[in-house]
């Protein structure tokens, strides 16, 4: 997860390098993406686990935030057309997720990203309901 975090059974709380805050904005959006999200789950921008619990289902490394009580879960990939994933790029700054979907990953960066998942035969699709896309 990162060599800045102490390693050990005890929980790890944030000293004078603040380890904790450090990871968690980092595995945050940032600009247009962060402020959509925020307002879409109606937090603030700086609430990074309140973001997290809303799009931490897949994070960078593998990592996942979920809700407290929610177990993960396989989810499915709901394959797109080559005119979704154009209007996808097209959009990306105001980041509209394909129909039936809601953002779930957490990619950090300033640039405007969305998280498309390889199929067979050269197709990609949108993640959904808890599905990882690394394993």
């Known amino acids: 997860m990162s060599l800045s975090l102490p390693v050990g059974t005890r929980p790890i709380t944030d000293g004078d390098r603040r380890p ?8 945050l959006p940032e ?3 962060r402020s ?6 109606n937090v603030t921008v700086i609430d990074k686990m309140g973001l ?3 799009v931490g289902k897949e994070c960078a490394g593998a990592i996942q ?3 407290r009580g929610e177990r993960p879960e396989d989810g499915d990939v709901r ?23 809601h953002p779930q990953a957490s990619l950090a960066g300033l640039h ?20 990882r896309t690394s394993r």
């Not at 405007?112 to 599905?131: F, I, K, P, Q, S």
């Open 65 to 67: 935030f979920l809700p």
């Open 36 to 41: 959509h999200l925020a307002t879409t789950y």
């Open 79 to 101: 394959p797109l057309t080559a005119h979704e994933v154009d209007r996808l790029i097209a959009e990306l700054p105001t980041y509209h997720v394909p129909e039936g979907s």
């Open 112 to 131: 405007d990203t969305v998280l498309l998942t390889a199929l067979a035969g050269r197709r990609v699709g949108a993640a959904r309901a808890g599905r």
């Open 31 to 33: 600009g247009n993406l």
């Open 52 to 54: 997290l619990t809303q």
């Open 20 to 27: 904790v805050s450090s990871l968690l904005e980092g595995l």
